[in-house]
Antibody
Framework: EVQLVESGGGLVQPGGSLRLSCAAS????????MDWVRQAPGQGLEWVGRIRNKVNDYTTEYAASVKGRFTISRDDSKKSLYLQMNSLKTEDTAVYYC???????????????WGQGILVTVSS | DIQLTQSPSFLSASVGDRVTITCRASQGISNYLVWYQQKPGKAPKLLIY???TLQSGVPSRFSGSGSGTEFTLTISSLQPEDFATYYC?????????FGQGTKVEIK
């Protein structure tokens, strides 16, 4: 059974940093691209970014709203995905989801498994 | 960035109703369109990918169609467990944008 479990959320002050982790199990983690998606309270879904697999050199993509402040990384040996968030703003307050990308094929990279989500609150 | 506009944003319907949600893209995206369902307090769930391919385990009352800039999600006979918010997402280019969501509530 595929499982994605996020951890590391909580309350942080504006300008602070936080690192989210996502522990994966039930599939060959190293094969898959992995993404982060967030959802502000009462709002819709916002794609945050992606990290590709080793075959694709672990390259990354980011939403403009987080580029330069957030960094996605992974450790295939630990089957773990990370989101390092720096220079946090109040508008980064959201539930953050770790998601598995179904396929690396262009246009077929939908999200077939989602974690339960973890709340990050940026407030003074 | 590609903008996705869903209509309606809110829908009130009864059990057994046929429901259609539309997603319009600001530019052509071929069939690189996905639909998700989200219930309150839960993570989204994949329903349809490649505009019309039903994800394994999703009931056949759900269907998707469209190509280019206009897409639809249809629920042929609304069931109590279908009351939720539905999102479309494009996979044509980065950033991977979502529509604003359509909330389907009980009439």
């Amino acid at each position: 059974e595929v499982q994605l479990v996020e951890s590391g959320g909580g309350l942080v002050q504006p300008g602070g940093s936080l690192r989210l982790s996502c522990a994966a199990s039930g599939f060959t983690f190293s094969d898959h691209y992995m993404d982060w998606v967030r959802q502000a309270p009462g709002q819709g879904l916002e794609w945050v970014g992606r990290i590709r697999n080793k075959v694709n050199d672990y390259t990354t993509e980011y939403a403009a709203s987080v580029k330069g402040r957030f960094t996605i990384s992974r450790d295939d040996s630990k089957k773990s995905l990370y989101l390092q968030m720096n220079s946090l703003k109040t508008e980064d307050t959201a539930v953050y989801y770790c998601v598995r990308v179904a396929s690396s094929s262009y246009g077929r990279d939908h999200f077939d498994y989602w974690g339960q989500g973890i709340l990050v609150t940026v407030s003074s | 960035d590609i903008q996705l506009t869903q209509s309606p944003s809110f829908l009130s319907a009864s059990v057994g109703d046929r429901v259609t949600i539309t997603c319009r893209a600001s530019q052509g995206i071929s069939n690189y369109l996905v639909w998700y369902q989200q219930k309150p307090g839960k993570a989204p769930k994949l329903l349809i990918y490649a505009a019309s391919t039903l994800q394994s385990g999703v009931p056949s009352r759900f269907s998707g169609s469209g190509s280019g800039t206009e897409f639809t999600l249809t629920i042929s006979s609304l069931q109590p467990e279908d009351f939720a918010t539905y999102y479309c997402q494009q996979l044509n280019s980065y950033p991977r944008t979502f529509g604003q969501g359509t909330k389907v509530e009980i009439k």
